[in-house]
Nanobody
Framework: QVQLVESGGGLVQAGGSLRLSCAAS????????MGWFRQAPGKEREFVAG???????YYSDSVKGRFTISRETAKNTVYLQMNRLKPEDTAVYYC?????????????????WGQGTQVTVSA
């Protein structure tokens, strides 16, 4: 069982930055692939960024070049650094974890989810 707790959301102006954190429980954090998703009101949950257990990273086209995902195994934490934020980045951001999958990008490929953190970008 893995428990995930996100933090770091908030209100920021367009062009600004935020860093989200996702703290994971459990001794096997390093063996899990981790992902960040987001969900805006009335929209489906969408993939944002992922990082494999070997720290290979991949991104959706909408955030590539602006967002960076990273993991710190010693702290059981994964981060999402978000730069040059846009109003369309406004959403609830979720952290997710799965064991044993290669490059998962669909929500149903993940087994564990955090409660989400709100990110609001004003124009």
């Amino acid at each position: 069982q893995v428990q995930l707790v996100e933090s770091g959301g908030g209100l920021v102006q367009a062009g600004g930055s935020l860093r989200l954190s996702c703290a994971a429980s459990g001794r096997t954090f390093s063996t899990y692939s981790m992902g960040w998703f987001r969900q805006a009101p009335g929209k489906e949950r969408e993939f944002v960024a992922g990082i494999s257990r070997m720290s290979t990273t991949y991104y959706s086209d909408s955030v590539k070049g602006r967002f960076t995902i990273s993991r710190e195994t010693a702290k059981n934490t994964v981060y999402l650094q978000m730069n040059r934020l846009k109003p369309e980045d406004t959403a609830v951001y979720y952290c997710a974890a799965v064991y044993g999958r290669t490059r998962p990008e669909r929500p149903n490929e993940y087994d564990y989810w955090g409660q989400g953190t709100q990110v609001t970008v004003s124009a």
